[in-house]
């Protein structure tokens, strides 16, 4: 599932695209009776509502909260899209051939759009100068609904949701009020909990917690005052570096521009099971364990359980 660092790689590409461009036209292959009563496009009554509550509507801004982007239209509303598993936004121009039943959109450009991991195109905004907004879906998991300006601060879709990480405001202080709310959980589940801190996945609590010299199994009243400061730091550092790097590409994520990030060559452990640790001194080999039903990787030498 795409994490803070690819949603925020995302979100920075569509600013740079899509700021400004009229909505002309609005296609999706989700309709499905099953999903009635969604409030997503998934509900083909709702889908009908969707679209002709944005076309002809101007995109003013692009925002992150948490795993979800917020496109925000002239008329105060906002278009939500949560990428889940395998869902990314690409953007450039494509040519629908209706006799293509299984893929009709077919990219002409730009290049990247090309890679096949972004063939299965579910949703589609046409914009007004011809280019268009792609969401690739293999298995069609995303969440695209719309907020209406005036229940943007109340809806279910974003509620309960912790502090932003990378945020000035979220310091020390708040980062253990965050994570003492389940002292006797294990750090790697409170990690993934998006009530406690936002945007946080599988990926990047792995390698934070590897940074910080952390057993992902630790309990959290187990922690000592050095080992919160470090996975703190470890854990902007990281979210930071993922930022920088374009996110990452263990399997569907890719760019607006269809193209990889670069985060998985600088892993350190997330995937890296049965490889030496490259912690400098450490003689540990990466292993990989199941904490709350997620596979979660670490190195048994560095990573120790408290006595």
Not at 47 to 74: M, Q
Not at 290 to 305: D, S
Request: hydrophobic share 35%; proline share 4%; charged share 25%.
């Amino acid at each position: 599932m795409p994490e803070l660092p690819e949603v925020q790689t995302t979100v920075n590409g569509l600013n740079e695209h899509v700021i400004g461009l009229k909505i002309a036209d609005v296609w999706s292959s989700y309709n499905s009776p099953y999903f009635k009563g969604s409030n997503t496009i998934k509900d083909p009554l709702y889908f009908k509502v969707f679209k002709k509550e944005i076309l002809g509507r101007k995109i003013v801004s692009v925002i992150r909260r948490a795993k979800n982007i917020l496109i925000k239209l002239d008329n105060d509303d906002t278009i939500l899209v949560h990428m889940k598993m395998t869902g990314h936004l690409l953007f450039g121009q494509y040519h629908f051939n209706q006799k293509n039943k299984v893929n009709p959109w077919e990219p002409i450009e730009p290049e990247g759009l090309k890679d096949p991991f972004n063939r299965h195109v579910r949703f589609v905004l046409t914009f007004s100068n011809k280019k268009h907004l792609a969401l690739s879906d293999t298995r069609k998991f995303a969440k695209v609904t719309l907020i209406k300006a005036e229940h943007f601060h109340k809806t279910e879709h974003l509620h309960d949701i912790g502090p932003e990480p990378l945020e000035e405001i979220f310091d020390l202080k708040e980062f253990n009020a965050r994570i003492d709310r389940k002292p006797n959980a294990k750090i790697k589940q409170v990690l993934l909990d998006q009530s406690n801190i936002a945007g946080i996945g599988n990926i990047y609590a792995d390698e934070s917690l590897w940074l910080a010299s952390i057993h992902p199994a630790e309990k959290v009243r187990d922690l000592s005052n050095k080992q919160r400061a470090d996975l703190f730091k470890a854990v902007k550092s990281s979210l930071s570096k993922g930022i920088n790097l374009g996110g990452a590409s263990t399997s569907d994520y890719r760019n607006i521009n269809g193209e990889k990030g670069t985060f998985q060559q600088v892993h350190h452990a997330y995937q890296r099971a049965g490889t030496a640790c490259d912690k400098r001194g450490c003689k540990g080999i990466i292993q990989r364990i199941v904490i709350g039903a997620r596979g979660t990787h670490y190195c048994p030498e560095h990573q120790k359980l408290n006595k």
